[in-house]
C-alpha cells in the first residue's frame, strides 16, 4: 500500500459553492471550469445559462460530462422506487425512509447496498428550497481518513477491514444489508469512501480492535459533526445542481421546514462513473 497522503483541507474556502454557468452548448473553458471544482472540492454547483425541468437538467450534465444512464440502485431495483431518477421531497404516502421525510438526514454515501465505489457520481437537483434549513452537509470523509493513516495507523487499519461497517436497508419489506470497509485505498494511492453513520449502519470491529475503532470513529464523528475544514452545509438553490464524488465525500442533510404549498423540492441522479474520470 502506497504512503498516506495528507490532503490540504479545504473545504472552508466559500468559493467553492458559487455556481459554476454552463451555457446550452457549453464552452471548453465552462466544462474545465466544472472539472477544476471537481478535482478541488470533490463537489460543484452547476446552474445552466437557460432553465430547464430537473430530468432534462440532469439528462444534459449526463451527457456533456459522458457519466453514462443513471444507475438504480439495489434496493430500488424491482421495487416502488425503480424509477432512475428519485424525487426527494416530504410525502406521507411515500415509504421511503430518507427522502420522504423533513428529518435530518445522517452521514452517508448513496447506495446503501452498493460496495464501496460503486455509485461514484451524484446529481442533486434543487426544484424548491425549503422555508428554512434543508441544507446538504458535505463532509471530506476521505480527508479525515487520510489524516488518520498519519496520525493513527492502527484506527485507520480498523476502518479499512473488509467486515467493519454494515449497511442494511430500512425501506418497508427490504431486508437486506452489505458488508464491506469503510475506506479503501486504490491502487493508485486514493483514498475512496463508504463512511455512513446513522441507523441504516452497524460497526463491527475485529477481534481485540474495539479501541482502534472507537479512536477512528471518534476522529471522524468530530469532524463531521460540525462545519470547518472537512464539512461545509450549502443550501442548494431552485434551478442549481450539485454533482458530488460519491465515492470520496459523504453527505448528509439538515432537517428543514417547508411550505406545504411549495415543499422542497429535489431530484437525485447516481452514476457509476467517476467525474472526473480517474
Ligand atoms: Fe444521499
Known amino acids: 500500500m502506497s504512503q498516506p497522503t495528507v490532503s490540504t483541507p479545504r473545504f472552508n474556502d466559500e468559493a467553492?459553492?458559487?455556481?459554476?454557468?454552463?451555457?446550452i452548448r457549453p464552452t471548453a473553458g465552462e466544462r474545465a471550469a466544472v472539472v477544476d471544482r471537481m478535482r478541488r472540492y470533490r463537489f460543484?454547483?452547476?446552474t445552466l445559462g437557460e432553465a430547464r425541468g430537473a430530468a432534462e437538467t440532469l439528462e444534459f450534465l449526463a451527457e456533456t460530462f459522458e457519466l453514462g444512464e443513471p444507475f438504480v440502485p439495489e434496493a430500488y431495483r424491482s421495487r416502488r422506487f425503480d424509477s432512475p431518477l428519485s424525487?426527494?421531497?416530504k410525502d406521507a404516502s411515500s415509504a421511503h425512509p430518507g427522502f420522504a421525510t423533513d428529518a435530518g438526514q445522517p452521514m452517508?454515501?448513496?447506495g446503501l447496498l452498493e460496495s464501496l465505489g460503486t455509485v461514484r457520481t451524484s446529481l442533486l437537483h434543487c426544484v424548491r428550497q425549503a422555508v428554512t434549513g434543508g441544507r446538504t452537509i458535505l463532509f471530506d470523509a476521505c480527508g479525515v481518513f487520510d489524516r488518520l493513516r498519519a496520525e493513527d495507523p492502527p484506527a485507520a487499519d480498523a476502518l479499512l477491514a473488509g467486515d467493519v461497517l454494515e449497511r442494511f436497508a430500512t425501506i418497508p419489506g427490504v431486508h437486506e444489508s452489505s458488508v464491506g470497509p469503510a475506506f479503501e485505498v486504490d491502487e493508485s494511492g486514493r483514498t475512496l469512501c463508504r463512511f455512513s453513520d446513522g441507523p441504516t449502519e452497524r460497526w463491527h470491529p475485529g477481534p481485540g480492535h474495539e479501541d482502534d475503532l472507537e479512536r477512528g470513529l471518534s476522529v471522524l464523528r468530530r469532524e463531521a459533526a460540525s462545519d470547518g475544514p472537512y464539512r461545509i452545509s450549502v443550501p442548494l438553490r431552485p434551478g442549481e445542481t450539485l454533482i458530488f464524488a460519491n465515492d470520496r465525500l459523504s453527505h448528509?442533510?439538515?432537517?428543514f421546514v417547508d411550505d406545504p404549498r411549495n415543499p422542497r423540492h429535489l431530484v437525485r441522479a447516481l452514476h457509476t462513473t467517476p467525474f472526473p474520470a480517474a
Not at 467553492?16 to 451555457?23: D, E, F, I, P, W
Not at 448528509?252 to 432537517?255: C, K, L, S
Open 16 to 23: 467553492a459553492t458559487r455556481a459554476v454557468r454552463l451555457s
Open 252 to 255: 448528509g442533510r439538515e432537517a
Open 108 to 110: 452517508h454515501v448513496d
Open 44 to 46: 460543484v454547483f452547476v
Open 87 to 89: 424525487d426527494i421531497r
